[in-house]
């Protein structure tokens, strides 16, 4: 009877453990991409509404890797502390308000899972327009290895 607790017991945390590794269960974003999956063809673009994916922000910004974060920050007038450094293969989009620039909201996303930035806007991208492009391909990765790629067009800070 114990060894079957004990067994139950191992299982459960196992399960808690690979629900909790599982990075689209904490992002928005990738939550967004993958509810939108079934429309995305090689050839097709589908279009987030990153005020529907963050409802409660009216502003945002994405940080391609963290040598741009202190950038974004003082581009956007957030606090330096208001968002945690980025590992080598991850970017953010961060989101914040513009009544309230204390509330800060980083969605970070590795660059396997999703590709946020790409070539001469690989920095700090503001985001100007809600709608923001992303297509997906199996066939065609980024070179990070991630079937999504946004392809907006807003100005990079640099």
Not at 69 to 91: C, I, W
């Amino acid at each position: 009877m114990k060894k079957m607790s004990l067994i139950t017991g191992l299982l459960t945390c196992a399960l808690a453990l690979q629900a909790c590794s599982d990075s689209s269960a904490t992002s928005p974003l990738l939550e967004a991409l993958e509810d939108h999956r079934g429309e995305a063809t090689e050839s097709d673009r589908i279009f987030l509404d990153f005020k529907e994916v963050y409802p409660d922000y009216d502003e945002f910004i994405i940080v391609c890797q963290d040598a741009f974060r202190e950038m974004a920050l003082e581009h956007a007038g957030l606090p330096e502390d208001s968002v945690d450094q980025l590992g080598e293969t991850e970017s953010a989009i961060l989101a914040y308000s513009s009544n309230d620039q204390s509330d800060v909201f980083a969605d970070v996303v590795d660059n396997s899972d999703v590709t946020l930035c790409e070539g001469v806007h690989d920095s700090a991208v503001p985001i100007t327009q809600n709608l923001q492009p992303f297509s997906y391909s199996e066939e065609f990765r980024s070179p990070a290895g991630s079937p999504w790629l946004r392809q907006g067009l807003d100005e990079a800070l640099y």
